[in-house]
């Protein structure tokens, strides 16, 4: 949230902080291969996977995105990847699907998947009457994994949304479009800028 819609000065702080921590964490996967978590294309893996997950949420749930505004969702992306030291983030949709191509066979199956989901169910991101919409939320999530990905790591069509579910969360995601709230992040950086709080909310 900082590094989209917080001040520049705070948000290279907040971006070095997290390099310098990521500088001390290294290991070795299943697999044998060692790494760093400061890796250049393992960075850019993960900002490509980030900037998928966020613009394809936003094409499924929301509304259908054109090919032009996928590409520019990528390109408005790639300034802040690189202070993270992402610097082969793809900059365009078919950047992203070559990348995804060259990466899928290196892919491979790791229970740490599931922990991350099942830390995601129960992570205390709602309150506890909207619990059941935080499950549903993980499972629009996985729906949104490429068949090829989801194959290797070990998910199945049963993990994501059924159909009726799918319906529901495109109406919870459009009404969080619709209606935002004027502490979130977004509207108080239109508020920082001496905007109206719903600007971002009402240009096309």
């Not at 390099?19 to 760093?36: F, L, M, W």
């Not at 699907?97 to 599931?114: E, K, N, Y």
Request: aromatic share 8%.
């Amino acid at each position: 949230m900082i590094t989209v819609y917080g001040p520049a000065s705070k948000a290279r702080t907040m971006i070095a902080g997290i390099v310098r921590r990521h500088s001390r964490v290294t290991g070795t996967a299943d697999n044998g291969r060692p790494y760093k978590a400061n890796d250049t294309q393992l960075l850019s893996w993960v900002q490509a996977t980030a900037g998928y997950g966020f613009t394809e949420a936003f094409h499924r749930y929301v509304r259908p995105l054109t090919a032009k505004e996928r590409d520019r969702a990528w390109s408005d992306a790639y300034p802040a990847a690189v202070l993270y030291g992402a610097i082969g983030a793809p900059k365009s949709e078919a950047q992203w699907q070559a990348q995804l191509a060259a990466m899928t066979p290196q892919l491979s199956h790791s229970p740490i998947v599931f922990e991350f989901l099942d830390i995601m169910r129960k992570a205390d991101a709602f309150p506890a009457l909207a619990r059941p919409v935080q499950i549903l939320l993980v499972r629009a999530a996985i729906d949104m994994v490429p068949p090829d990905v989801a194959r290797i790591v070990g998910l199945t069509p049963q993990d994501g949304l059924k159909g009726w579910q799918r319906a529901l969360v495109r109406r919870i995601a459009q009404g969080a479009d619709r209606f935002p709230l004027r502490q979130s992040p977004a509207a108080q950086s239109c508020v920082r800028l001496g905007l109206p709080a719903d600007w971002l909310y009402t240009r096309s």
